[in-house]
């Protein structure tokens, strides 16, 4: 599939769970990982989505918060990944930071290069990358 979306995760769907106007569907990794999306039940049943099957889960980079101290807090958002930043590549203002989770996806964040420096972030450390459930939109084959 081809959209401007830079993280595009392959997962089969594990569970979802249907309430009176939303969806909540789980999407199970190759290295484990689980992605929340949010999505309205009729997107649901429009596409098909049940447990077990294939789904693309899409989201922007810009959506992608990285934490690499929680400070002992605990945060909202339901995905909250962690991985090795692979690659920090600064611009002008923003700066593009690769996280590679354990299965070997690869996941695109969009930051300030403010937050870079503050954060500290270069090749080899760890970092979460959080992002909210709402932020993730899925795609079905056919």
């Known amino acids: 599939m081809k959209a401007s979306a830079r993280n595009q995760f392959v997962g089969t769907v594990t569970e979802v769970l249907i309430g009176a106007v939303n969806a909540e569907v789980h999407v199970g990794l190759k ?41 002992g807090y605990r945060l909202s958002a339901r995905n909250q990944l ?36 503050a954060l500290g972030l270069s090749k080899g450390k760890p970092a979460t990358a959080v992002f909210k459930a709402g932020a993730v939109i899925l795609a079905v084959a056919g």
């Open 82 to 117: 962690q991985g090795m930043i692979t690659q920090v590549k600064p611009g002008a203002v923003n700066a593009e930071v690769d996280i590679e989770l354990k299965g070997g996806e690869q996941v695109a964040a969009t930051v300030t290069n403010d937050s870079v420096e």
């Open 31 to 71: 290295g484990g990982e689980t992605i929340v999306a949010s999505i309205t039940k009729e997107s649901v049943e429009k596409l098909a989505i049940k447990t077990g099957i294939e789904v693309i889960a899409l989201v922007k980079a810009p959506q992608i918060i990285i934490v690499t101290d929680f400070g």
